[in-house]
């Protein structure tokens, strides 16, 4: 008789060795059906057997040093200059809108399942506040409900709200769920939002105002629904013309699941587990926009009308600053292009490297050729560019700008998240532990080179930046494989810029409770 252990290692070895041993046709032809083959599913496995890497942290960034900041001329500049040449580019809104509502009423769904919440006074607090919400007026039009809150019956209200017995917000993508409540009665979810505020300032020739989305196939039809019964609005409304494109993650990107002993998962009827693969994914949805500039902001994050105006400087501020740079750098490049280039010019050259772009080179490229030298500033310089607004830390779970030291002992700028942090290294943790600023995914990227022509983006991910989470699903325990983040890993090799914002720029919605912030309300 053999061991637990020993039949288990064997197991491991025949995954390394032979995969193909693992599926049989009817697995193969669902691997294939992804867009997937053994290969790519070998290098999952083998990157679960790895186990998580972790990057290695230096310090955390600051103002002058690796962040901007500006003074209110400097900012007011960077809006007229955006203000005055925006509409000679091509400019888009890029949304991250594929996640469902669920995670934002789990409060709700836990007192669903108990039939009310855990006390008295918060079931009281809870009507009370029910009323604040934008969508208490689509609760009281249906009779059945409005009983619901006379009664003060929670269970029944809870469901009606969030399950497919009334709203079904529990199931809708966040996009859908109404956010914002106006004095005339209107009210807007965060998808409409999002039309408004571009409207405001992603703008090209023609009044021409571009959106992407990106969704779950799951919900894309409710989404286009509501998009055509919205858009007339919103031009008019706006005075655009909106170009509204969507796009789903492709199921290329999606991961195998493995058990604790990373052999694959399967459900109780013996099929493959596969899982999204994490919004790194949506890299392949960023490569096929066609663009000079790619406003990034996620689809929780946006406000009513009135706070909107103390935001829009701050947008254009970031779209003047990454049209300002571009133009530096594409200066440069065509220079060291058609030119002979010096000792000095490579000095000055490496000087605006180093101040305006936190590109620091190894001491021992000053003792290569000038040939060497210029190639490797030329490398440097010609890949995309993101200019990422950074805001105070005032406890949001999420990412930090740090400085990374990289394999090559170089360092580069870095949005790191808590998950790629060595948290069994007391130095490591000390320096993650010191971070002042947070990354609220408010980000212009340009993704063209200076001859027009589209980069490459797989060419600049750092794809060690994987994680591998613990999630539970229905009561089994399993790994699951996070490609490496779109701002994190995935623009890992890409030029950066932080800019320090304010904190009002920053107002997302991760739980239901957050529409009754003081920037949520209609004053």
């Known amino acids: 008789m053999f061991s637990v252990d020993v039949i288990k290692n064997n197991m491991k070895n025949v995954m390394k060795d032979k995969p193909d041993l693992l599926f049989s046709p009817k697995d193969i032809k669902k691997i294939k059906s992804l867009g997937l083959d053994l290969n790519i599913i070998e290098k999952q496995l083998a990157l679960y057997r790895q186990g998580s890497t972790f990057l290695k942290l230096k310090r955390p960034c600051n103002v002058k040093d690796g962040i901007l900041s500006f003074k209110p001329a400097q900012i007011k500049k960077l809006v007229s200059l955006y203000e005055k040449e925006s ?21 709700w769904f836990s007192a669903l399942d108990a039939g009310g919440f855990s006390s008295p006074a918060i079931n009281k607090s809870f009507l009370l506040d029910l009323k604040k919400y934008p969508f208490y007026d689509l609760i009281k039009q249906n009779k059945r409900a409005a009983k619901f809150i006379e009664q003060k019956n929670i269970g029944d209200l809870l469901d009606y709200i969030l399950t497919e017995q009334g709203l079904n917000f529990g199931w809708l993508p966040k996009a859908l769920i109404p956010f914002h409540r106006y004095a005339v009665a209107e009210i807007r979810t965060a998808l409409e939002e999002h039309l408004f505020e571009a409207a405001q300032y992603v703008r090209s020739a023609g009044d021409m105002c571009h959106l992407h989305f990106t969704i779950s196939q799951e919900h894309k039809n409710n989404i286009a629904k509501k998009i055509k019964a919205v858009k007339p609005r919103y031009e008019k409304l706006c005075r655009v013309k909106h170009e509204i494109m969507s796009s789903v993650q492709s199921p290329s990107t999606n991961m195998l699941a493995v058990d604790e ?263």
């Open 87 to 107: 509409e000679k580019y091509k400019l888009i809104k890029f949304v991250p809108a594929s996640g469902a509502a669920s995670r934002m009423f789990a409060g």
């Open 261 to 523: 002993n990373n052999m694959p998962l399967r459900d109780a009827a013996g099929n493959l587990i596969f899982r999204p693969g994490g919004h790194g994914a949506l890299l392949k949805n960023l490569q096929n926009l066609d663009a000079d500039f790619i406003f990034i902001k996620n689809i929780d994050n946006v406000v009513p009308e009135n706070n909107l105006k103390k935001i829009l400087p701050y947008k254009k501020m970031l779209g003047g600053l990454a049209l300002q740079i571009q133009r530096e750098i594409f200066a440069i490049l065509r220079k060291m292009e058609d030119e002979e280039i010096g000792p000095r010019q490579i000095n000055e050259i490496k000087n605006y490297c180093s101040r305006r772009l936190n590109i620091i080179f190894p001491r021992s490229l000053s003792k290569q050729s000038l040939k060497s030298q210029r190639n490797i500033i030329f490398s440097s310089l010609d890949r995309p560019l993101r200019i990422c607004a950074i805001v105070r830390n005032e406890g949001e779970p999420g990412g930090a700008p740090f400085w990374v030291e990289e394999r090559d002992g170089n360092q580069t700028l870095q949005i790191v998240e808590s998950g790629h942090v060595d948290k069994s290294n007391s130095k490591q943790m000390t320096i993650w532990s010191t971070a002042e600023y947070f990354n609220p995914v408010d980000m212009v990227c340009c993704t063209k080179n200076y001859k027009g022509k589209k980069f490459d983006l797989d060419n600049y991910v750092n794809n060690d930046a994987y994680l591998i989470t613990i999630k539970n699903e229905k009561g089994r325990s399993l790994k699951a494989l996070e490609l490496p983040g779109l701002w994190n890993g995935a623009m890992a090799y890409w030029n950066t810029v932080f800019v320090e914002l304010p904190i009002i720029v920053f107002n997302p919605v991760k739980t239901v409770n957050d529409l009754l912030r003081p920037e949520h309300l209609i004053k």
